[in-house]
């Protein structure tokens, strides 16, 4: 879902500046995040950044990017390094047509899922905490 939109400073200055993730990334990259981000704590949530260069196009560019390092999140730059998720990360970097065909495949069968509503389901106020 990363191959299109943007992601809040909010949810990336860890990376940044927080020297114990030792997360390795593209040095512009960086720079460039550092430059749009230039605060540990955010003073608001509205600062943004693209995920990936053609953050309004649905294609394979997520994958290439964060092949060289490029990728945005954590999540990012862990599944191109993980020899559980590198293979696939590779496969739908050097062939959009199998990653449009995977996604295709992965969307019917997530949108074929009960989803819980009222009492049976909950909607997070923040995706990455419970309520």
Not at 7 to 15: A, E
Not at 73 to 93: E, H, K, L, Q, Y
Not at 99 to 110: D, G, N, V
């Amino acid at each position: 879902a990363h191959t299109l939109g943007i992601g809040h400073c909010f949810n990336i200055v860890g990376r940044l500046y927080d020297p114990r993730l030792g997360d390795k990334m593209d040095f512009a990259l960086e720079a460039s995040l550092r430059l749009a981000c230039p605060t540990e704590i955010p003073l608001t949530n509205l600062t943004f950044v693209p995920n990936d260069m053609t953050p309004v196009i649905f294609d394979n560019q997520y994958y290439r990017d964060i092949m060289m390092g490029r990728g945005l999140f954590g999540i990012d730059s862990s599944i191109s390094r993980d020899p559980r998720t590198a293979p696939f990360v590779m496969r739908f970097a050097m062939d959009q047509n199998y990653f449009f065909k995977a996604f295709s495949s992965a969307f019917l069968k997530l949108s074929s899922t009960n989803v819980l509503t009222d009492v049976q389901g909950d909607v997070r106020r923040q995706c990455n905490q419970v309520n």
